[in-house]
């Protein structure tokens, strides 16, 4: 990290802007906590387990600002260290805040689909090895490689419900069904939608996607999946199943969210980490809200290069430059019940807060 970068990430933790008196420590509650980090448009989703273990899914960007909204929520929820944080992968919205995050506070595994030698996407001009070259230098516990079917290691706290995150799929390669999933009845799903055209960001298309499950409570997250690829998971066999959760895939663009995905997912819930110019874009706005079990959707930024046809109501809104209020850093905080049969989205900043029931297995 440079002096520059060095000094914005110091005063950004000093001044504790980001998240003020909104983002309280759960300390004891005994609740699993997930809070999106405001990264404007990239990626960064942190889990706090009842067990106070702390899970980072992607860092945002380079620059400060990301990490430091990271390291403030971490010590916001009563932690002072990392341990555990996964790359989905290697484009700069989702790894780039790693190496600042590591600089300020300890980071027990590092998970990630191997660095690749060369840039991902296959450009042919590219800055790619200076980009990387921080987060391949950083130190960390540990380094470990995610493969289709990979659990990372959580401990259940006494008193509450199982805890698991897996990996369903990484660098176009996805778990293999289990027998219960083969016989199961799989759900009508519709006719698929035409294909689209690979994604010219090559590295999207490898994204590494994952399923937290706490008793019968489920949340998916894909990363920047594209398109061709997220009906693998549903179809012919649903190897993600049913969620109460779902982050929308690459930010709420329309190369990604293809509608067999969010049929087969049938999510309550969906919260978009999109920015105020990035990501909730019209087509992927309407897949969603045409959804019949979708009962609400969140989203990190008011999209201001639409209206009504890409934005939900503005209560659901963390940051909203409509409004006058605060217009960026704001979190939005899931909290789930300890037997995993609730859950409360909340966005802390502005005091909402709703409670939804966990479907059933």
């Known amino acids: 990290m ?30 699993l906590d997930v809070y999106w980090v405001d990264s404007e448009g990239g990626g960064s989703t942190l889990i706090v387990t009842p067990s106070d273990e702390s899970v980072l899914i992607d860092t945002g960007s380079p620059g400060g600002r990301d990490s430091g909204r990271i390291v403030a929520a971490i010590k916001a929820a009563g932690l002072s260290q990392l341990d555990h944080m996964l790359i989905t992968h290697f484009h700069g919205d989702h790894f780039g805040g790693a190496a600042e995050v590591a600089a300020a506070l300890p980071v027990g595994t590092l998970w990630d689909k191997g660095i690749p030698e060369q840039d991902p996407d296959n450009h042919p001009t590219t800055n790619f090895p200076i980009r990387i070259k921080p987060y391949r230098e950083m130190t960390v516990g540990k380094r470990m490689l995610l493969t289709p079917g990979v659990v990372i290691p959580l401990k259940s706290a006494a008193g509450t419900a199982a805890l698991q995150m897996r990996c369903l799929g990484v660098s176009q390669k996805f778990v293999e069904p289990t027998k219960e999933q083969l016989a199961a009845k799989q759900p009508a799903l519709g006719e698929a939608p035409p294909a689209k055209p ?10 590494a996607v994952f399923l937290l499950s706490f008793g019968s409570f489920r949340f998916f997250d894909g990363g920047d999946l594209t398109w061709n690829l997220e009906p693998k998971l549903v179809t012919p066999v649903n190897l993600a199943g049913p969620v109460d959760v779902y982050q929308t895939d690459h930010h709420g663009l329309d190369r990604s969210n293809n509608p067999l995905l969010i049929r087969g997912l049938a999510p309550t819930i969906a919260v978009m980490n999109n920015g105020p110019r990035k990501g909730d874009e019209a087509g992927a706005f309407a897949t969603l809200k045409a959804q019949p079990t979708l009962q609400a ?65």
């Open 2 to 31: 440079n002096n520059t970068s060095r000094s914005l990430l110091s005063a950004l933790l000093a001044s504790g802007w980001l998240l003020a008196s909104h983002v309280l420590a759960d300390a004891k509650t005994k609740t």
């Open 198 to 207: 690979h994604d010219m960001d090559v590295d999207n298309e490898n994204s």
């Open 297 to 361: 959707l969140y989203q990190m930024h008011r999209n201001m290069g639409a209206g009504p046809e890409a934005n939900t109501d503005a209560s659901n809104i963390a940051n909203d430059d409509v409004t006058g209020g605060p217009k960026d850093g704001n979190v939005i905080k899931m909290s789930v019940a300890p037997d995993g049969k609730t859950y409360t989205i909340s966005i802390p900043a502005t005091g909402y807060s709703k409670t939804y029931q966990t479907k059933a297995k």
